[in-house]
């Protein structure tokens, strides 16, 4: 009985040893993946790649934890069975110690006593005195070693739940991360509006330069255009990701629909520069104010729609 619970238990230490050394490796795998996804996106992978990533560590994680709690499972089926039969082993040396402390068992005192002599050349025979039994100490022996077992199948099992949680906390942590890198993606900085920025920003560059009605007018419809899309872009998006875009902008988040009008405004002011004092926009409309030191090719009133230009 002896032999054949301690083989099980190798069996079970060297199983758990096997799982703990996979887990640690694939927890080692999942953080180095979640360090190379920003510099993955960066490069040009695009967040398709790193959503599919994503889904094939998620899904090795639950067939891990599938596994874990299998293997758990028998376990904890096993270390029932070693308790219940620990239990039976302390039983049966208890019965087996009481029989053979039991005044006036003959069994017991032969076997504990040494090989009588005859009383009548020597001395008067005397009452003997019980010895402690090699086999109560050999089950002694054994029920400390199945409970020192036990102790350990219990510290692995606390091993394996402290494994699982932390990869837990990186897998959250990964799902933040792709939010995060998913809201990042979706903002309008790399939009097909580069050609317009970058013209604007060459008339910047010329300084504080007088711009002529026309230019103007030009200059306008571009940033009508530039707030439409961007708009359009905002419109989709759901609560937390317009605190998001609030927090990284600089805009303070009133309601839902005025806060993405406030950041259609502020990158079109980032991107073209605030509105000029003179032109005054009303319903896709630039007026420009006319004074009476301006030229009289500049003087007039010019009205610019947004769809003459489109």
Not at 141 to 162: A, C, F, G, M, T
Not at 223 to 231: D, I, K, P, S, V
Request: one cysteine or more.
């Amino acid at each position: 009985m002896k032999k054949e619970i301690s083989s099980r238990l190798d069996s079970i230490r060297e199983l758990l040893e096997s799982k703990k050394g996979n887990g640690d490796d694939e927890v080692a795998k999942l953080r180095l993946e979640i360090e190379g996804l920003p510099k993955a996106l960066r490069d040009g992978q695009g967040a398709s790649t790193s959503e599919c990533i994503f889904d094939k560590y998620e899904r090795e994680i639950e067939e891990e934890r599938a596994r874990s709690d299998r293997g758990l499972t028998a376990m904890e089926g096993e270390i029932a069975r070693l308790r219940s039969a620990n239990e039976e082993a302390v039983v049966a040396a208890d019965v087996w110690k009481s029989e053979a402390l039991r005044p006036g068992n003959k069994r017991g005192s032969i076997v504990v006593t040494a090989t009588p002599v005859p009383g009548v050349r020597t001395r008067a025979r005397t009452d003997s005195l019980l010895s402690p039994s090699v086999e109560d100490l050999k089950l002694k022996e054994k029920v400390e070693h199945q409970e020192h077992e036990i102790e350990l199948l219990r510290e692995w099992r606390l091993r394996e739940l402290k494994g699982r949680r932390e990869a837990e906390q990186e897998l959250k942590l990964l799902t933040e991360k792709m939010a995060m890198l998913e809201v990042e993606r979706r903002t309008p900085t790399a939009s097909n509006l580069k050609a317009q920025m970058d013209k604007v920003a060459s008339t910047a560059e010329k300084g504080k330069k007088q711009l002529s009605p026309e230019a103007m007018a030009i200059e306008a419809n571009d940033r009508e255009t530039f707030l439409q899309e961007t708009r359009k872009m905002l419109k989709p998006l759901k609560k937390e990701k317009i605190v998001a875009l609030c927090a990284k902008e600089g805009v303070s988040y009133s309601t839902l629909d005025k806060t993405k009008e406030e950041l259609a405004l502020k990158r079109a002011e980032k991107a073209f520069g605030p509105v000029k004092d003179r032109a005054v926009k009303k319903g896709g409309v630039v007026i420009h104010e006319v004074t009476d030191g301006d030229e009289p090719g500049d003087g007039s009133t010019e009205v610019n729609c947004d769809s003459a230009t489109s």
